[in-house]
C-alpha cells in the first residue's frame, strides 16, 4: 500500500496533546485546503483505514500502543479566522480562544465563551462544546463536514447537538464553520474576555501538562445539582494519584501528567475516581475525553 505524498508513517501523537501520553499513529498527515482533506479522506476510506483528528489535543487520550489509522490535523486554509461583515468564517482546525479573541478584535460579540475552550472550532462543534453560559449552538449558523465521499453543509438543527456530543460520525471531519455575530464595542468584548480568561485562573489548572474536564457533568438526581468535579472532591478524589497520573489539586475533574504518566495511568485513574463517586453517590460518571486507538477502562462496570 503506497500513501499519499505528504502522510507520514509511524507518527508521534503524545507531543500533539496536553496531556503528553499515548504512542504513535499508523499515518498522520496535515492537511491545509478542502480538496486535500477529501483525498486523504477517500484514500482511508479506499484503503479500509480509520480516520480521527487531533485538535488543540486538549481534550485527546491516545493509546499507549498508538492509532491504527490516519490521524490529521489541520493546517493553512483549514485554521485561518476571517471576517465577513458580522460572520465569523474559521477554518475547523482554527483555536476557538484565538477566534474569540480576533472577533473582539473587530468589535463582533457572541463568541467571547470560546476564550476558555482550549480547542479546535471542529472539535468545539463536535463535541457542542460551551463554557460560562455560552452556547455553540447560539452563534453558529453553518459547518462544512467532509467525508470520503464529499462535503455537505449542515446547520445546527441538523448536527444532532446534545449535551457535551453531536451525531458527527468517525470520519466525517468539519472543515470550516459560520458564526452569525454582533457587532458591539472591542474594549468592552475584550473586557469580557480578559474576566473569563481570570474565571478559569482561579478555577482550573494551567501550564501544566492536563487536559480539559475529565467527566461530563451527571444529570443524574442523585447527583443533587453537583458538578462532576465536586462530586469527585467530596469523594476524596482531589490530588489522587495512579502512577505518573493525578486529579489536580485546583479542579478536581482536571487530570494532570505528573511527569511519566502513561495513558494506562489516566485511565486507571480515571477508573478510581469514578468508583469512588459511585461508591459515595450512586452516580455513575462518564467520560467527556476523546480516544484515538484501544484504550480500555478498567473496572468500568458499575452496579446501579
Not at 501550564?207 to 443533587?224: L, Q, V
Amino acid at each position: 500500500m503506497s500513501e499519499p505524498p505528504g502522510v507520514e508513517r509511524d507518527f508521534s501523537l503524545a507531543r500533539l496533546t496536553t496531556v503528553r501520553t499515548g504512542g504513535p499513529a499508523d499515518f498522520f498527515a496535515r492537511p491545509d485546503s478542502e480538496a486535500r482533506l477529501l483525498e486523504l479522506l477517500a484514500w482511508a476510506s479506499g484503503e479500509g483505514i480509520e480516520v480521527g483528528v487531533v485538535g488543540s489535543g486538549s481534550n485527546l487520550l491516545v493509546a499507549d500502543d498508538g492509532y491504527r489509522g490516519l490521524a490529521l490535523k489541520l493546517d493553512g486554509k483549514l485554521a485561518t479566522i476571517e471576517r465577513d461583515g458580522d460572520h465569523l468564517l474559521c477554518g475547523g482546525g482554527a483555536r476557538l480562544p484565538s477566534a474569540a479573541a480576533k472577533a473582539a478584535g473587530w468589535g463582533l460579540s457572541g463568541i467571547e465563551f470560546g476564550i476558555n475552550i482550549p480547542g479546535t472550532v471542529g472539535g468545539a462543534v463536535k463535541m457542542n462544546a460551551n463554557a460560562y453560559g455560552g452556547e455553540l449552538a447560539r452563534s453558529l449558523e453553518w459547518v462544512d463536514v467532509c467525508t470520503a465521499s464529499g462535503r455537505d453543509r449542515r446547520t445546527p438543527e441538523t448536527l444532532g447537538f446534545q449535551y457535551r456530543r453531536s451525531d458527527l460520525a468517525p470520519g466525517e471531519v468539519v472543515s470550516s464553520a459560520s458564526f452569525g455575530l454582533t457587532a458591539g464595542e472591542p474594549d468592552a468584548i475584550r473586557a469580557t474576555l480578559a474576566e473569563m480568561r481570570g474565571m478559569r485562573r482561579e478555577a482550573q489548572p494551567s501550564g501544566i501538562k492536563t487536559f480539559g474536564s475529565t467527566f461530563k457533568n451527571p444529570e443524574d438526581e442523585r447527583a443533587g445539582g453537583r458538578t462532576a468535579g465536586q462530586l469527585l472532591e467530596e469523594a476524596g478524589c482531589r490530588g489522587l494519584t495512579v502512577g505518573g497520573a493525578r486529579f489536580s489539586e485546583v479542579h478536581a475533574n482536571f487530570v494532570e501528567n505528573a511527569g511519566d504518566a502513561t495513558t494506562a495511568d489516566v485511565v486507571a485513574l480515571m477508573a478510581e475516581g469514578r468508583r469512588r463517586v459511585h461508591e459515595r453517590f450512586g452516580v455513575a460518571l462518564e467520560p467527556e475525553v476523546q480516544v484515538l486507538g484501544d484504550v480500555r477502562w478498567p473496572n468500568w462496570e458499575l452496579e446501579s
